[in-house]
T-cell receptor
């Protein structure tokens, strides 16, 4: 069975600083993908970044990067130069390559950016 | 291109009533799924589908039914609503297992069962 663990229920960061949101996962599969989603107070789910289990380089998308450590089964999200608009819930999730449609989520981390 | 459309956005039901949450996508995605979101528990998978006519259970399927007669639509049915089903429900679709484009989510349905 797959499991995603996010151990930080809430985080604070000063505007313009970088912040790391932790995510660890548990799976016996070799082929899987890891995702991060942002959920602002308005409620929509916004896809941020993806990392495949066979990708050798860490994924980056603008100010977002994914620190992928396969041996440790961690997939931490790094947000550089935090902005007030980054205040939101952040969810880590995973999906097996042969199980499209089945996305498993962690409990989420609520990030607050201070001016 | 509307993406994933969920209706209704809000609904109040009495215990024991039935209803169907609608989900439609116009991206020709094969994979669709339903999630419920409760405070402190993230999103939990209810049911998912890998194509028309094929569905399977997720983490919390009890009390919910689904069917997938077309690629575009994936309705979620509550046969006899219970207060424990008060939640926010999200429908999502994807081209394959997600990949570089991720899963596309609808805007959610906030359901209250009294």
């Amino acid at each position: 069975a797959q499991k995603i663990t996010q151990t930080q229920p809430g985080m604070f960061v000063q505007e313009k600083e970088a912040v790391t949101l932790d995510c660890t996962y548990d799976t016996s599969d070799q082929s899987y993908g890891l995702f991060w989603y942002k959920q602002p107070s308005s409620g929509e789910m916004i896809f941020l970044i993806y990392q495949g289990s066979y990708d050798e380089q860490n994924a980056t998308e603008g100010r977002y990067s994914l620190n992928f450590q396969k041996a440790r089964k961690s997939a931490n999200l790094v947000i550089s130069a935090s902005q007030l608009g980054d205040s939101a819930m952040y969810f880590c999730a995973m999906s097996r390559y042969n199980q499209g449609g089945k996305l498993i989520f962690g409990q989420g981390t609520e990030l607050s950016v201070k001016p | 291109n509307a993406g994933v459309t969920q209706t209704p956005k809000f609904q109040v039901l009495k215990t024991g009533q039935s209803m169907t949450l609608q989900c439609a996508q116009d991206m020709n995605h094969e994979y669709m799924s339903w999630y419920r979101q409760d405070p402190g528990m993230g999103l939990r998978l209810i049911h998912y589908s890998v194509g028309a006519g094929i569905t399977d259970q997720g983490e919390v399927p009890n009390g919910y039914n689904v069917s997938r007669s077309t690629t575009e639509d994936f309705p979620l049915r509550l046969l006899s609503a219970a207060p424990s089903q008060t939640s926010v429900y999200f429908c999502a679709s994807s081209y394959d297992f997600g990949g570089n484009t991720g899963y596309t989510f609808g805007s959610g349905t906030r359901l209250t069962v009294v």
